[in-house]
């Protein structure tokens, strides 16, 4: 089947960019979203980006996708400790009600 | 103000005995999902209801059901819940299929005994 990977673990220093990527192998993915995990709670909607667009920039978050080689990341500025939590890439195309989640990468920021 | 919300947070059951877990929202959403997210695993989708069409995904074991009595609620019903069985399960909804991003709840969490 279509996989997602993601890095298992990333850790930072408070105040630097995160930097979280995701590869995938569907060719046809039209949308490819970000979710955020805290413990013990569900999955937040960070945000999202179509497969026509090259970069979405909402406040201290980007998004980056480059189709040619099926690679998306989210980058974090100014990381701070709220932000320590689990980040999971999905993707999805159109025609498939399936969101295909990687399997989250553990995000730990150090004071 | 939640949009997705589901009940109880935590339920713990038998083995073997029957349990509801519920989710219902205020979005007016036409699709609602069921995922199942193991520990340090990704969620598995399990089945979703487009309005009252339900689509079960193949590999969904046969004890899981599920029933979406209107727009608004939709219950995850485990027939003889087994020790595998224990999870989060995650409740999402979205506008339509396709390019309609997913939200999600909290999640309950089910604890087997």
């Known amino acids: 089947g279509e996989d997602v990977e993601q890095s298992l673990f990333l850790s930072v220093r408070e105040g630097d960019s995160s930097v979280i990527n995701c590869t995938y192998t569907d060719s046809s993915s039209t949308y490819l979203y970000w979710y955020k995990q805290e413990p013990g709670a569900g999955l937040q909607l960070l945000t999202y980006?179509?497969?026509?667009?090259d970069m979405k920039q909402d406040q201290r978050l980007t998004v980056l996708l480059n189709k040619k080689d099926k690679h998306l990341s989210l980058r974090i500025a100014d990381t701070q400790t709220g932000d320590s939590a689990i980040y999971f890439c999905?993707?999805?195309?159109?025609?498939?009600?399936?969101?295909?989640f990687g399997a989250g990468t553990r995000l730990t920021v150090k004071p | 103000d939640a949009m997705v919300i589901q009940n109880p947070r935590y339920q713990v059951t038998q083995f073997g005995k029957p349990v509801t877990l519920s989710c219902s929202q205020t979005?007016?959403?036409?699709?609602m999902y069921w995922y199942q997210q193991k520990s340090s695993q990704a969620p598995k989708l399990l089945f979703h209801y487009y309005d009252k069409d339900f689509n079960n995904e193949a590999d969904t074991p046969d004890n899981f059901q599920s029933r979406r009595p209107n727009t608004s609620f939709c219950f995850l019903d485990i027939r003889s819940p087994g020790l595998g069985d224990a999870a989060m399960y995650l409740c999402?909804?979205?506008?339509?299929?396709?390019?309609?991003?997913?939200?999600f709840g909290d999640g309950t969490r089910l604890s087997i005994l």
């Open positions: 999905a993707e999805r195309s159109y025609n498939n009600n399936d969101m295909r």
């Open positions: 980006i179509f497969s026509n667009m």
């Open positions: 979005l007016n959403h036409n699709v």
């Open positions: 999402a909804t979205s506008r339509g299929l396709g390019d309609q991003p997913q939200h």
